[in-house]
């Protein structure tokens, strides 16, 4: 690690990045090679003398030609795929400096302002967020940056399960029950799985459109009093808080109180719609928290905080630790020893974690509430501009009420049409990205395939919601025009 050699390739890296915003809209959204492309263009086995920096970093042919291609672009102001996955000047700079600095921050004592800056910056966070006062570090809970939803919902159903069994004994295993809606990201199933849940005792509750896809607290109740009848245990329940389909909210009080009446532990995933709460207008989308023994938001979707950064709380930090501590000799210190300082490491399931609160910590210092307020409020302003268009278009059908920046849609069949459009708007849905021009994704709600338009790219204007919509229209035009003549 030369420090010069550090510095003038540095330079010469932040310039390549930046170049590359600038010139973002000229590469297709959708990287369009096809599998296995690389594999032609890169040696077999890594290089046996080292090549010059100058042939990598001049001109960046290897990166120009062989990797951007097969880049799909994320930061793209023309993508509107999925979930977003911001990045920001602020972001960027944490992230260069975690990288920089390069600590592994398990127990405090490998670096204490690691442990330190990232319960400070949750406590921030969940202020912001206004969640109740349990979930802060200063008394039984707190919060810690997981890497993504997926093991934030693993730790907490972990420290559930832990947690019922020592109430209702070891054996007891096959006979708890995980609940949530069939519209719960597949990250609490694979949870299940690696938690040794019975298979058979994960109900995934039936959502429709009549409660736009949220889960009704009666059908949680009657599956719950069906379980107990036949000496099963109730023991999580996964609300969510905009789903990955459609952003439905589930509601969370009366849902909670079921939990709560139960002793179930109760997880709360606001991956993607965390993020809005922080506007009083959105905030009551998570009314009903003050349930939860746990919450969890992605503050590297929407959130202007580059990937990964999953924010989460606990009310009592003490679950998790029962379930995930360990405490060989070679780690041992003082501080830990004398129950001191907090130790990530038992809060997550590897042992290494990186300095990732300085990404927070600078987004939240650089842009400040206000703006990060505005921020949300703008995507959300553009969803609804695009929902108007969809809805001025008569070929075409808004399938679901918008409620934050994701809009669920569809190009409506012909009366005749066999499967119902389906075939139809993936047709379109493909036609649509193979130009490069957007990239959008696509869900099933009801057995209907339905297109889904998500703003949130932080390079994102009117302009490019716009376009995105000729794009669409063009294409529905063309589609349309050609079944007729069939
Ligand atoms: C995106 C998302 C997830 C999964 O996020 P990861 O961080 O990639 O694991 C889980 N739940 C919801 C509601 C999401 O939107």
Not at 179 to 200: F, M, N, R, V
Not at 273 to 297: H, K, L, T
Request: one cysteine or more.
């Amino acid at each position: 690690m030369d420090a010069e050699q550090l510095r003038e390739n540095a330079h010469k890296m932040v310039d390549f990045i930046a170049d590359y915003y600038k010139s973002i809209e000229n590469f297709p959204v959708l990287s369009q090679v096809q599998p296995g492309y690389l594999h032609n263009l890169i040696p077999d086995s890594a290089p046996h003398h080292p090549e010059s920096l100058q042939n990598v970093l001049d001109g960046y042919i290897d990166i120009q030609e062989k990797i951007l291609p097969g880049v799909t672009h994320w930061q793209s102001p023309n993508y509107f795929a999925y979930y977003p996955s911001n990045s920001s000047v602020a972001g960027f700079l944490g992230e260069m400096l975690s990288a920089g600095l390069n600590i592994v921050g398990f127990s405090w004592i490998t670096s204490p302002a690691a442990t330190e800056l990232e319960m400070i910056v949750l406590d921030w966070l969940a202020k912001l967020l206004k969640l109740p006062e349990d979930f802060l570090s200063s008394g039984q809970g707190g919060g810690v940056i997981q890497g993504t939803a997926s093991e934030a919902v693993l730790v907490v159903l972990l420290a559930a399960r832990d947690k019922a069994l020592k109430r209702v004994g070891k054996n007891s295993l096959e006979k708890l029950v995980v609940y949530a809606s069939d519209q719960t990201h597949s990250a609490l199933q694979k949870a299940c799985q690696i938690g040794g849940i019975h298979p058979q005792n994960f109900r995934v509750l039936k959502t429709d459109s009549s409660t736009n896809y949220s889960l009704s607290p009666d059908s949680l109740a009657e599956a719950i009093s069906r379980d107990l009848t036949i000496g099963l245990i109730p023991f999580f329940l996964c609300a969510t808080v905009g789903t990955t389909s459609s952003t439905a909210v589930d509601p969370l009080l009366a849902l909670g109180n079921i939990a709560k009446s139960n002793g179930m532990w109760f997880h709360v995933d606001a991956a993607y719609a965390g993020s809005a709460c922080i506007c009083p207008e959105y905030r009551q989308y998570i009314d009903g928290v003050e349930e939860a023994d746990s919450f969890n938001m992605n503050a590297h979707k929407w959130f202007l905080t580059n990937f990964d950064c999953s924010a989460l709380w606990v009310k009592d930090r003490n679950t998790l630790i029962q379930s995930l501590s360990t405490n060989p000799e070679f780690l041992k210190n003082k501080a830990s020893q004398a129950n001191m300082v907090v130790d990530y490491k038992d809060w997550q399931i590897p042992l290494g974690r990186r300095f990732r609160s300085l990404k927070l910590w600078m987004v939240l210092r650089l842009y400040g509430l206000e703006n990060l307020q505005g921020y949300i409020r703008n995507h959300i302003q553009l969803a609804k501009h695009f929902e108007g268009l969809v809805a001025q278009d008569l070929r075409f059908e808004v399938v679901t009420p918008r409620i934050f920046s994701l809009v669920c849609f569809r190009l409506l069949p012909p009366h005749n049409d066999e499967d119902h459009g389906n075939k139809l708007n993936h047709k379109l849905l493909d036609d649509i990205n193979s130009t490069g021009k957007i990239f959008i994704s696509h869900t099933v709600l009801s057995g209907k395939y339905i297109l889904r338009f998500a703003v949130g790219a932080p390079l994102t204007e009117w302009r490019h919601v716009n376009a995105a919509w000729e794009v669409m229209q063009d294409k529905a035009s063309a589609l349309l025009a050609r079944l007729s003549i069939e």
